[in-house]
């Protein structure tokens, strides 16, 4: 069984440098293991559209506190539990695998919101509950 741990701590609004050092500490850990990195491919999308989204919209208390990151890989499933003292997710974005498209023209399309419809494509679970002031995001991954 492969099992790791790592905690990272945002220094600043929006620290996207400080999620590529997490995704690249736990690249090099499940390579290390011997895992390849075409199992690891699904997995980093996943761990980045979620850390920068805690990064993005986690408010003022995410920078204040590490994001802490459990993960194992055991017979082809990589597991993650993601936990911060940022703002509640919105349970208008939590996981739905509807069509991430809006009603609108080519034109008029967001840069962003696909995050959550990535993360739901990708994952074989998904699960999210907040409790004592702090967001729990548990996801498993078939890699």
């Known amino acids: 069984m492969s099992k790791g741990c790592y905690s990272m ?14 995704l690249a500490k736990i690249r090099s850990d499940f390579l290390h293991q011997g895992h390849s990195d ?3 491919l699904k997995i980093e999308m996943v761990l980045a559209e979620a850390l920068n989204n805690i990064a993005e919209h986690g408010g003022p ?14 017979q082809g499933l990589f597991c993650a539990t993601l936990k911060d003292n940022g703002r509640p ?6 996981p739905d695998t509807g ?8 034109k008029n399309l967001p840069e962003g919101g696909f995050g959550w419809h990535i993360i739901s494509q ?3 679970t998904v699960r999210y509950q907040r409790s004592a002031g702090q967001n729990n995001l548990v996801i498993g991954i078939r890699a």
């Not at 701590?9 to 997490?22: C, E, I, T």
């Open 61 to 74: 208390n995410v920078h204040k506190s590490p994001i802490t990151i459990k993960w194992q890989y055991e």
């Open 89 to 94: 997710y919105s349970t208008a974005v939590i």
């Open 122 to 124: 990708l994952c074989d």
């Open 38 to 40: 075409v199992q690891f």
């Open 99 to 106: 069509s991430p498209r809006p009603n609108v023209d080519d």
């Open 9 to 22: 701590h945002l220094n600043q609004p929006k620290d996207f440098l400080s999620v590529r050092g997490a």
